[in-house]
């Protein structure tokens, strides 16, 4: 069976230095911040007390209030890039077959501010039950889509993929396969969290995950650099529009690029440690290459999942050598969490999203906050440090990596005219 | 209006996002102000809360209108 071709039609983003796709392109080139203080909740007590929340977003700008409160903030999320993404694809919902348009999306944890809310109030009662009906189909990871689809009427492949930090590169992937096979000629695709909050960023702190430089939050996302001490929690959304290449064509559609390949991976290690030497990684990137079709020396720029952690940047870094060898310094490697901090389920989606405008642009967002290097990576390495670099990318890597030990991987590639 | 009137009434358009003026006594929840079968539920639960009063599900069944809702609540305090 001859796969087909799928391409990227349109994208939708609400980040924390961007609220749609000019304004997160416009934040990633100048290498701005998104972490502040957090404002969702009383972190006073906390021993991590900043994040990089969305800014400026009042969900009644985009959805009836009537609708909104049924929605967790991860839905609402997904909403507000799903309708920029399918609007920037000039789809026209009314007439496409809606039983060939999917939506598949990645979260990884969901409803956590609702869960926390209905569960602290049960357990300040009397014991007696009070939990509102709409508790369930807020918190379920599942829903985003569900919502979605309903607003659109879209009856194509739908649900949720679960891989903690991977969860929205599993999603593209998987809409990368599903249109491949010819399941659907559409899918929305992307991903959304909200985990700003008491119990995740409690729960992260336990772990010992999240940087506690409260001190100056928005130097604290420094990927690869010497005193990086951890993530930095970020929330919002992304959403790409996936398409069957002939499908996109015909309707005489912008293409953006075309998905190349994914590739999966698991590394069998360790609940939250990745691989010290970089197993994992380098599998899901080899295995990506393959899927694609393509060969180390075609990649260009990798944005990587990158995400300050001590143990993470520098086992990928690895990975990234080995599987490129002496072609691992031609790349221009980056990480965009420097900016957005880590939106766990989202990451994959804004990553992809910055990959694709990085080729769109023949710009490559810079890795932000570095002033030393980590003695333990390879100074001939390109990390595209403190300020953006011209490149024609050709083909763009993007990758992402969850608790678990799953591992996903995107290779994005220029249409061949 | 009667106080506990003006309360219901707060309530439907506070969770159904109504206008004020069509939360009338004979509107109906369903088919007058748009809810489901999940906001009917919420609502029920919410009279309970604002009047502290138990609203057993067999007769929740019967609560399908403004009007019915406040005669329930007027009925039960």
């Not at chain 1, 689809?149 to 930090?165: D, E, I, L, Q």
């Not at chain 1, 900016?339 to 490559?364: D, P, Q």
């Not at chain 2, 609560?63 to 005669?71: E, P």
Request: hydrophobic content about 40%; proline content about 4%; aromatic content about 6%.
């Amino acid at each position: 069976m001859k796969l087909k071709r799928v391409v990227v039609t349109g994208l939708g983003a609400l980040t924390p230095i961007g609220n749609n796709i000019e304004e997160y392109w416009d934040g990633l080139v100048n290498g701005k911040s998104g972490a502040a203080p957090i404002t969702h909740f009383d972190a006073a007590k906390f021993k991590t007390r900043f994040a990089c929340e969305v800014k400026n977003f009042n969900v009644e700008d985009f959805i009836h209030r009537k609708e909104a409160r049924k929605m967790d903030k991860f839905t609402q999320f997904a909403m507000v890039v799903a309708d920029e993404a399918i609007i920037n694809s000039k789809l026209d919902v009314e007439n496409v077959d809606p039983d060939r348009v999917g939506v598949i999306w990645g979260c990884g944890i969901g409803g956590i501010d609702t869960f926390e809310q209905e569960v602290v109030a049960y357990a300040l009662g009397d014991g007696t039950p009070k939990f509102n009906p709409f508790f369930i189909p807020k918190m379920i990871a599942d829903i985003a889509p569900g919502h979605i689809s309903m607003k659109y009427g879209f009856r194509g492949p739908n649900f949720t993929t679960v891989s903690a930090c991977a969860s929205s590169a599993n999603a593209i992937i998987d809409a990368l396969n599903y249109i491949r096979l010819g399941h659907a000629d559409v899918i929305v695709t992307g991903g959304s969290e909200a985990s700003v909050t008491g119990a995740a960023m409690g729960g992260f702190n336990a772990l010992h995950a999240l940087s506690q430089n409260n001190e100056n939050p928005s130097m604290a996302s420094r990927p690869f650099d010497k005193d990086r001490d951890g993530f930095v929690m970020g929330e919002g959304g992304g959403a790409l529009i996936l398409e069957e290449y002939e499908h996109a064509v015909a309707r005489g559609a912008k293409i953006y690029c075309e998905v190349a390949g994914g590739g999966l991976s698991a590394d069998a290690y360790h609940l939250t440690a990745p691989h010290p030497e970089g197993l994992g990684a380098t599998k899901v990137m080899q295995n990506c290459l393959k899927n694609a079709g393509l060969v180390p020396e075609d990649v260009d720029a990798i944005n990587m999942h990158g995400t300050s952690t001590p143990l993470g940047d520098v086992a990928e870094l690895k990975a990234v050598q080995k599987v490129f060898g002496e072609h691992a310094y031609n790349l221009n490697i980056n990480s965009t969490k420097s900016m957005t901090g880590h939106l766990l389920g989202a990451a994959g989606a804004i990553e992809a999203i910055a990959s694709v405008l990085a080729m769109e642009n023949g710009m490559v967002p810079p890795t932000i906050n570095h002033t030393v290097l980590d003695e333990n990576i390879d100074p001939k390495l390109n990390l595209t440090i403190n300020k953006a670099q011209k490149r024609d990318i050709k083909v763009a890597m993007s990758n992402t990596f969850g608790f678990g030990g799953h591992n996903a991987c995107v290779l994005f590639k220029k249409l061949e005219a | 209006m009667s106080d506990i009137a003006s309360r219901v009434k707060a309530i439907i358009v506070d969770k159904l996002g109504v206008d004020e003026n069509e939360v009338t006594a004979e509107a109906s929840f369903t088919n007058d102000l748009g809810a489901d079968s999940l906001d009917t539920v919420e609502l029920i639960m919410e009279f309970e809360k604002e009047f502290d009063i138990q609203i057993p599900d067999d007769q929740a069944e019967n609560i399908g209108t403004v009007g019915q809702a406040v005669s329930f609540i007027e009925a039960a305090k």
